[in-house]
């Protein structure tokens, strides 16, 4: 079943409207003079204490359910009378919770030792087997026993870092625990969330945020750690290639002294140690009613929203408690955005309001008060270029089917496969670019030090016009295509050397008529990126070991771009770009088969790389089309 509708023509429940959003100052103003605050150390079954921030409703006449996040990002601000000034959904907490935050094991002001993504012991035997889903029911033991007013009901939360361990709440086992909403969760580093995508590290994200978040905490602290400040340039592109290999920065940048970057380094592959950080196969059985949000657009956990999502309804086939929502935000927009535009690309519509109204307030009101109708379907989903919200009865849609886009001579896109290569010279068969990794392809043309969020809708042209970028295009479209599911590519390769990454784009091309500037962008031509992915060419047969690439034979490569929900408009062509450098997104690959957090500047050379149209293989994407 699909369903679409128009945020204006839509109509909001009463309960929600009487919710009126208001001005931060505002928000802060209620909490403080509707909650009370107290700060509690609970005691876990190791031991330990973990430092919580309880918020209660002053209004004692009736009880409530408690909302919970437990976070690696600190509870602040400390001190019983010290208010934060504002939560998550202030629908939510206008209507009645006790909210309820949590200085994880090991960070902040909470005991013990931290652990990044903490393993999940699926076997305890002793109450020294612990992990984030032991501390998770132990908290919620407490809560239960230790907070007044509470109606016996617990639901839980959390955006990124915390969406791990909303996920670690699934898997607590404990039967207050009635909801869970991971949103934008930490779910796999190795294979496409945060610090690797398919293998291939990504630099940027993962120095800037370990070289602050990464350092040890000895003791209990309220004060959190600064992050590398010492850029001297304001330019991201001109600093990470002046820092050369990933081996200097041990010493260069003090990345020697941050646990969790020594273990980045010492696991290459997709090893045992990175196999257990994965929550996925545990998914399993699963008690409370789940709902997992992400953004199309987030540049650090898009992989983990749809995989977490489609781990549980795998391994739960007649669960009809898991959901899936994804709108058209960046990394949690749907929080700290209105969510009506990313960079140049215009939505049109206050998506996160309409989000925390009608779909997360209804979510949590259903399972922890019984108010309400669970009329949520299985996937409510953003679809971009129709910018039109879309309901299906599970995520991908069972109307969507792969089709295969081709690449042929002259940069054509098309579902016509490529002819016969019999009488073919070599330009007619096969595409081929030099890549550079002293000359890297930047994954954005504009100069500045931090990554954006942007880049995961910015215009292309930049790229389109370099000599190391293939560019394939259809003819403009008669009919709008809509493209809902996950994205494959499928290239037959070959290489000069002995190991390459291979970045593919698909990009929506607006008409070259079509009026109208953004941001000083003219969107008349626009170059509109809608998923991009990298792939480690190395693990192309597996991530738990690399091969090398045999030099000058060809190979397959095929991997998975995260899904997409996106019409191609009338009049606009669908483009796919491929590359093998996107930098200082990803790291560069020395482009031979080395260990490349072992390798030195002068390992990286340039690689010739053809993409053949025959004759062993017809290289393509797979686009799952939606039939209407």
């Given at each position: 079943?699909?369903?679409?509708?128009?945020?204006?023509?839509?109509?909001?429940?009463?309960?929600?409207?009487a919710?009126?959003?208001?001005?931060?100052?505002?928000?802060?103003?209620?909490?403080?003079?509707?909650?009370?605050?107290?700060?509690?150390?609970?005691p876990?079954?190791?031991?330990?204490?973990?430092?919580?921030?309880?918020?209660?409703?002053?209004?004692?006449?009736?009880?409530?359910?408690?909302?919970?996040?437990r976070?690696?990002?600190?509870?602040?601000?400390y001190?019983?009378?010290?208010?934060?000034?504002?939560?998550q959904?202030?629908?939510?907490?206008?209507?009645?919770?006790?909210?309820?935050?949590?200085?994880?094991?090991?960070?902040?002001?909470?005991?013990?030792?931290?652990?990044?993504?903490?393993?999940?012991?699926?076997?305890?035997?002793?109450?020294q087997?612990v992990?984030?889903?032991?501390?998770?029911y132990?908290?919620?033991?407490?809560?239960?026993?230790?907070?007044?007013?509470?109606?016996?009901?617990?639901?839980?939360?959390?955006?990124s870092?915390?969406?791990?361990?909303?996920?670690?709440?699934v898997?607590?086992?404990?039967?207050?625990?009635?909801?869970?909403?991971?949103?934008?969760?930490?779910?796999?580093?190795?294979?496409?969330?945060?610090?690797?995508?398919?293998?291939?590290?990504?630099?940027?994200?993962?120095?800037?945020?370990y070289?602050?978040?990464?350092?040890?905490?000895?003791?209990?602290?309220?004060?959190?750690?600064?992050?590398?400040?010492?850029?001297?340039t304001?330019?991201?592109?001109?600093?990470?290639?002046?820092?050369?290999?990933?081996?200097?920065?041990?010493?260069?940048?003090?990345?020697?002294?941050?646990?969790?970057?020594?273990?980045?380094?010492?696991?290459p592959?997709?090893?045992?140690?990175?196999?257990?950080?994965?929550?996925?196969?545990?998914?399993?059985?699963?008690?409370?009613?789940?709902?997992?949000?992400?953004?199309?657009?987030?540049?650090?956990?898009?992989?983990?929203?749809?995989?977490?999502?489609?781990?549980?309804?795998?391994?739960?086939?007649?669960?009809?408690?898991?959901?899936?929502?994804?709108?058209?935000?960046?990394?949690?927009?749907?929080?700290?955005?209105?969510?009506?535009?990313?960079?140049?690309?215009?939505?049109?519509?206050?998506?996160?309001?309409?989000?925390?109204k009608?779909?997360?307030?209804?979510?949590?009101?259903?399972?922890?008060?019984?108010?309400?109708?669970?009329?949520?379907p299985?996937a409510?989903?953003?679809?971009t270029?129709?910018?039109?919200w879309?309901?299906y009865?599970?995520?991908?849609?069972?109307?969507?089917?792969?089709?295969?886009?081709?690449?042929?001579?002259?940069?054509?896109?098309?579902?016509?496969?490529?002819?016969?290569?019999?009488?073919?010279?070599?330009?007619?068969?096969?595409?081929?670019?030099?890549s550079?990794?002293?000359?890297?392809?930047?994954?954005?043309?504009?100069?500045?030090?931090?990554?954006?969020?942007?880049?995961?809708?910015?215009?292309?042209?930049?790229?389109?016009?370099?000599?190391?970028?293939?560019v394939?295009?259809?003819?403009v479209?008669?009919?709008?295509?809509?493209?809902?599911?996950?994205?494959?590519?499928?290239?037959?390769?070959?290489?000069?050397?002995s190991d390459?990454?291979f970045?593919?784009?698909?990009?929506?091309?607006?008409?070259?008529?079509l009026?109208?500037?953004?941001?000083?962008?003219?969107?008349?031509?626009?170059?509109?990126?809608v998923?991009?992915e990298?792939?480690?060419?190395?693990?192309?047969?597996?991530?738990?070991?690399?091969?090398?690439?045999?030099?000058?034979?060809?190979?397959?490569?095929?991997?998975?771009?995260?899904?997409?929900?996106?019409?191609?408009?009338?009049?606009?062509?669908?483009?796919?770009?491929?590359?093998?450098?996107?930098?200082p997104?990803?790291?560069?690959?020395?482009?031979?088969?080395?260990n490349?957090?072992?390798?030195?500047?002068?390992?990286?050379?340039?690689?010739?790389?053809?993409?053949?149209?025959?004759?062993?293989?017809?290289s393509?994407?797979?686009?799952?089309?939606?039939?209407?």
């Amino acid at each position: 079943m699909i369903k679409r509708f128009f945020l204006p023509l839509f109509l909001f429940t009463m309960q929600a409207v009487a919710l009126t959003a208001q001005t931060p100052a505002a928000d802060s103003a209620y909490i403080r003079n509707n909650f009370t605050k107290r700060e509690v150390m609970i005691p876990m079954r190791d031991g330990k204490r973990l430092f919580t921030a309880i918020y209660t409703p002053k209004d004692t006449r009736r009880s409530y359910p408690i909302l919970l996040k437990r976070t690696p990002y600190s509870c602040s601000p400390y001190g019983e009378k010290n208010f934060v000034t504002g939560f998550q959904n202030m629908y939510l907490a206008k209507s009645g919770y006790i909210m309820v935050f949590q200085d994880v094991r090991g960070r902040y002001m909470s005991e013990g030792d931290f652990v990044d993504v903490r393993p999940f012991i699926s076997d305890k035997k002793t109450p020294q087997d612990v992990d984030e889903a032991s501390d998770t029911y132990d908290t919620a033991d407490w809560l239960l026993k230790n907070t007044p007013g509470n109606n016996g009901r617990i639901g839980v939360y959390g955006i990124s870092y915390p969406g791990f361990y909303s996920t670690m709440a699934v898997l607590a086992g404990h039967p207050a625990i009635k909801c869970v909403s991971p949103q934008a969760p930490v779910t796999d580093w190795f294979i496409g969330d945060d610090f690797h995508h398919n293998g291939a590290f990504m630099l940027m994200d993962a120095f800037s945020f370990y070289s602050g978040f990464g350092k040890p905490r000895p003791e209990p602290t309220t004060e959190s750690a600064q992050g590398f400040q010492d850029w001297k340039t304001p330019d991201n592109y001109d600093f990470y290639l002046r820092a050369g290999a990933l081996h200097n920065y041990a010493d260069k940048f003090g990345m020697k002294g941050i646990p969790f970057w020594n273990d980045l380094m010492s696991h290459p592959d997709y090893d045992d140690w990175w196999k257990a950080r994965n929550p996925r196969p545990h998914l399993k059985n699963i008690m409370p009613a789940v709902m997992t949000v992400g953004g199309l657009f987030d540049a650090e956990d898009c992989f983990g929203a749809w995989r977490v999502y489609e781990a549980i309804r795998k391994q739960n086939p007649d669960s009809f408690s898991n959901r899936l929502v994804m709108g058209p935000w960046s990394h949690g927009g749907w929080a700290r955005t209105t969510g009506e535009r990313l960079g140049n690309v215009v939505f049109g519509k206050k998506t996160s309001d309409y989000y925390q109204k009608e779909i997360e307030f209804k979510f949590f009101e259903f399972y922890l008060k019984d108010n309400g109708k669970m009329d949520l379907p299985g996937a409510t989903v953003f679809e971009t270029g129709s910018n039109e919200w879309t309901s299906y009865d599970a995520w991908p849609p069972r109307f969507a089917h792969p089709a295969k886009f081709y690449f042929h001579e002259g940069g054509v896109l098309s579902k016509t496969p490529p002819p016969s290569a019999e009488g073919l010279t070599p330009d007619k068969i096969m595409d081929e670019y030099t890549s550079d990794p002293a000359k890297p392809v930047p994954y954005t043309e504009d100069v500045h030090l931090s990554r954006t969020r942007e880049y995961m809708t910015d215009d292309q042209r930049f790229a389109a016009r370099r000599p190391d970028v293939l560019v394939y295009q259809t003819d403009v479209l008669q009919e709008p295509a809509t493209v809902t599911g996950t994205v494959t590519a499928d290239l037959w390769v070959s290489v000069s050397t002995s190991d390459a990454d291979f970045v593919v784009k698909l990009i929506d091309v607006f008409p070259d008529t079509l009026k109208g500037v953004e941001n000083g962008v003219p969107l008349g031509g626009y170059q509109m990126l809608v998923r991009g992915e990298i792939m480690r060419g190395r693990y192309r047969n597996g991530f738990e070991k690399g091969q090398p690439f045999p030099p000058e034979t060809i190979s397959e490569v095929k991997f998975d771009l995260p899904d997409v929900a996106h019409t191609f408009l009338r009049g606009h062509k669908i483009m796919v770009q491929i590359q093998s450098t996107w930098f200082p997104l990803a790291d560069r690959n020395p482009q031979q088969f080395v260990n490349i957090y072992q390798a030195k500047d002068e390992d990286f050379i340039p690689a010739n790389i053809r993409v053949y149209h025959a004759p062993v293989g017809a290289s393509c994407v797979l686009l799952p089309l939606l039939k209407k």
